[in-house]
């Protein structure tokens, strides 16, 4: 039975229980509320999160929590967790620092393999697994083709041509890629678009509200916290006091990722084709004992030579579509400018915005590149699961995400 029908059938059979004893009056006023409720529940999105034990998928579940626009109907996760309540699946691992909300708790776990069951359920799924990236093509492909919007938190598919790879408040113009996407799988509904790399997040706002000085050449040091490899220190003792100069596949998405973000969408061609200037890249990721918070120190030569005053400005007075449209997780001011010598600092600062903004401090002139800076974003919000979830919100302000 369609839940609508069971919660009108509740709501007159407990009227004409509390008419017979006497109660109307009372109960008029809460039926009114009540059935302001169920309509409230009619018009938001039901969510799912396939890969929903990980670390990114318990911060889609605290992310979900009383949204006004999404409820969170549905989790899946692999075979092993299947058929168990998250509250079980997850175990001892949850590695959030809120406690699991207690709606989410004796949900069923479903088989995210079984790729009907789950797209039945739901308006559309965020993706957060831990699986081979063929593997993740495949699966994310499946749901698409199941008439079920995905959101991907994952990389498999973020240089696949048609595929939309978004910062919300700096390219959501790509979106328009995926009527070619679904020309491409053969649907009406169903599409995949992601989000970048969580490594990026730091210092490629700044290089979009620097745009018309026209930045060429980029060298950037990453020092990225544990939680981007979904860790925290109880399961990484060893990174305690530590430092490990590599990161598997880091480097690329640093230097590659940025590119496709600044690219444009071709419609002849039906993809978005990469920023083919004058603008380089190249970087090194290390992974540092942080539990949240990606930090990255950047030099940066420019076509133009803009002063200092005007960089700053161009940060502080970025504005974009996502505020303008008052997305509910868009930051109201994305980027933060910090004057003190000693930031932006993870402990200080990684929080801002709701962990949704990105600081950037230490701007000055360099004596071999033209300057240089540091930024630092929340890697598991702004970088991972918290933009995932902007996306979408982008993506339904946009018209692209409907209800079934």
Request: proline share 6%; charged share 25%; hydrophobic share 40%.
């Amino acid at each position: 039975m369609p839940y609508q029908c069971y919660h009108k059938i509740c709501i007159n059979s407990i009227y004409y229980i509390a008419r017979s004893a006497g109660l109307q009056a009372v109960f008029d006023v809460n039926l009114l509320l009540l059935k302001g409720k169920v309509l409230e529940m009619e018009k938001q999105y039901k969510v799912g999160i396939v890969g929903a034990t990980g670390m990114v998928g318990q911060r889609f579940v605290t992310l979900l929590e009383n949204h006004p626009w999404f409820k969170l109907t549905t989790l899946a996760a692999s075979g092993r967790s299947a058929g168990k309540t998250y509250e079980d699946a997850v175990g001892s691992r949850w590695a959030m620092t809120t406690p699991m909300p207690e709606s989410v708790k004796k949900m069923v776990v479903l088989d995210a393999a079984k790729v009907e069951e789950v797209a039945s359920q739901v308006d559309f799924i965020f993706c957060a697994v831990n699986m081979p990236k063929a593997e993740i093509k495949a699966l994310e492909e499946a749901y698409a083709k199941a008439e079920c919007p995905v959101v991907s938190n994952n990389s498999a598919n973020r240089f696949t041509p048609d595929v939309p790879m978004v910062v919300p408040e700096i390219n959501p113009e790509h979106y328009e890629v995926i009527e070619h996407q679904k020309k491409r799988l053969g649907t009406t509904h169903g599409f995949i678009a992601v989000k970048p790399n969580c490594s990026i997040q730091a210092y490629t706002p700044a290089l979009a509200a620097w745009k018309e000085f026209e930045p060429h050449e980029v060298i950037v040091s990453t020092y990225q916290a544990i939680s981007g490899a979904g860790k925290t220190f109880k399961d990484w003792p060893e990174m305690v006091g530590n430092i490990i100069p590599f990161i598997s596949g880091e480097e690329a998405k640093s230097e590659k990722e940025p590119l496709k973000v600044f690219g444009h969408v071709d419609e002849a061609k039906g993809e978005i084709v990469p920023f083919d200037g004058p603008l380089r890249i190249t970087s090194q990721c290390i992974r540092v004992p942080v539990l949240n918070g990606h930090t990255a120190t950047v030099f940066i030569n420019f076509g133009k030579n803009p002063t200092k005053d005007e960089l700053i400005d161009r940060l502080v007075n970025y504005t974009s579509k996502a505020a303008e449209l008052g997305l509910p997780h868009a930051p109201k001011h994305f980027i933060q400018y910090l004057t003190e010598d000693d930031r932006p600092q993870v402990l200080k600062d990684v929080d801002y915005e709701g962990g949704m903004g990105v600081s950037i401090g230490r701007l000055r002139e360099d004596s071999i590149f033209d300057w240089k800076f540091v930024g630092l974003a929340h890697n598991t919000l702004r970088g991972a699961a918290g933009g995932a979830l902007e996306s979408a919100e982008m993506l339904k302000a946009l018209g692209y995400i409907t209800k079934k």
